[in-house]
């Protein structure tokens, strides 16, 4: 038999401070939100300028609600419906986990609209600088869900090298599906979304970036749902899918009709900033 790697058994908890614990959950989602602002204000002044630096700081709080509020709401509605409305109050235990990207997607959609509204900002200009950072988080959330020993995948061949024995999934090699995540919908879209963000043209069609990202992310999760273990109280559903590859159906539609739309639409010309801030602002590009 050959041998096959076991899970590292990694301590979920980074430090105990008195009653409070501090996980690498918890961590990755903080770690992946503030980079994703860093990169953000460097994003919204990228020609055609879409937003300033300091209302990109303004977004912090507003994304972080809509990934929260989203994210939780998603999964109760998603996954586990009936069990939460029959116990109601453990719907705020978000200690236990529980969190859908799906929900989290529409809570940050959420966020955006209302931010663009209240600052009179293009909605889909400022969504295509907020999607390139999105799998910055992705990619840490997966790496933390590796490090919890969750979500693990289907039963591998005991040849494949880095099969990996979990001890919640049983004395069976498994694939490492959070990995598989980690690196498609984290650093690989990451990756083509960084690089299209970099040529004008793309910024210039306002919506194209987010369609790209919605395409994208429906493609990587839909392929690691190939290899992951389908949630125990869910199985497999019509057609042999996975609740997973389900919801990213309609992501992948409305990412392809976006980019459609984006590209056939007049060029978007960027915000008008305040006369006193155009000197600043063309040093800053310099």
């Known amino acids: 038999m050959l041998p096959v790697l076991m899970f590292p058994q990694f301590n979920p908890v980074v430090v105990h401070i ?61 996954y586990q419906p009936d069990y939460y409305f029959s116990h109601p109050m453990a719907m705020l235990e978000v200690w236990h ?91 690989l879209l990451f990756t083509v979304l960084y690089i299209a963000s970099r040529n004008v043209r793309f910024r210039q069609h306002s919506g194209f970036l987010a369609g790209m990202f919605l395409v994208g992310y429906a493609c990587a999760r839909s392929f690691c749902e190939l290899f992951r273990q389908p949630d125990a109280f869910l199985g497999f559903l019509i057609g042999g899918a996975t609740m997973g590859q389900l919801l990213c159906i309609p992501m992948f539609l409305a990412g392809v009709a976006l980019m459609i739309y984006a590209w056939y639409k007049p060029p978007y010309a960027g915000i008008s900033l305040p006369q006193e801030s155009l000197t600043t602002e063309t040093d800053h590009k310099e």
């Open 18 to 78: 008195g009653p409070l614990s501090i996980r690498w959950y918890a961590l990755s989602y903080i770690a992946g939100i503030v980079l994703g602002i860093l990169l953000l204000r460097k994003l919204v002044v990228s020609t055609p300028q879409v937003a300033t630096p300091e209302q990109a700081d303004d977004f912090l709080t507003w994304v972080t609600l809509g990934i929260i509020l989203g994210g939780r709401l998603g999964y109760v509605l998603f």
């Open 97 to 187: 986990g529980g969190m859908s990207f799906h929900g989290g997607a529409l809570g940050v959609i959420v966020a955006i609209a209302l931010f663009t509204w209240r600052w009179k900002l293009n909605f889909l200009a400022f969504a295509d600088r907020v999607t390139v950072t999105v799998p910055i988080g992705l990619g840490l959330g997966r790496l933390a869900n590796f490090i919890n020993g969750e979500l693990w995948g289907r039963e591998a061949p005991a040849s494949l090298p880095w099969a990996m024995i979990f001890p919640e999934g049983g004395m069976i090699p498994r694939h490492p599906s959070q990995i598989y995540e980690a690196l498609t919908e984290g650093l």
